[in-house]
């Protein structure tokens, strides 16, 4: 069973920055794919990265440029750098977790991913 844990979400200015951390623990997975999503008020959860096991990373178009996505190995933690955020960046933020596809590629929706943390909230004010 893998246990995923989100923290360093807050508030903050349009235009600053915040770093978001998903700790990882009681699996027994060699690979696992990891992602990251978001979920505003009234609307649905949407892919903000997804992170392969090859070590590149696919950002939605709505982030590319402003968010990027690593990963400690040795910690099993995942992060998120978000800069030049923006109201509409405010949401509660999920890391997700998947078994590789036969395919040995990684999922890009939200319904290919099987462990969800609990979610950390995100609050962009002008």
């Known amino acids: 069973q893998v246990q995923l844990v989100e923290s360093g979400g807050g508030s903050v200015q349009s235009g600053g920055s915040l770093k978001l951390s998903c700790a990882r623990s009681?699996?027994?997975?060699?690979?696992?794919?990891m992602g990251w999503f978001r979920q505003a008020p009234g609307k649905e959860r949407e892919g903000v990265a997804y992170?392969?096991?090859?070590?590149?990373?696919t950002y939605a178009d709505i982030v590319t440029g402003r968010f990027t996505s690593s990963q400690d190995s040795a910690k099993n933690t995942l992060y998120l750098r978000m800069n030049s955020l923006k109201r509409e960046d405010t949401a509660m933020y999920y890391c997700?977790?998947?078994?590789?596809?036969?395919?040995?590629?990684?999922?890009?929706?939200?319904?290919?991913?099987?462990?969800w943390g609990q979610g950390t909230q995100v609050t962009v004010s002008s």
């Open positions: 997700a977790a998947a078994p590789v596809l036969y395919t040995g590629r990684c999922p890009t929706t939200r319904g290919g991913y099987r462990y």
């Open positions: 009681g699996d027994t997975y060699s690979k696992l794919c």
């Open positions: 992170l392969h096991t090859d070590g590149s990373t």
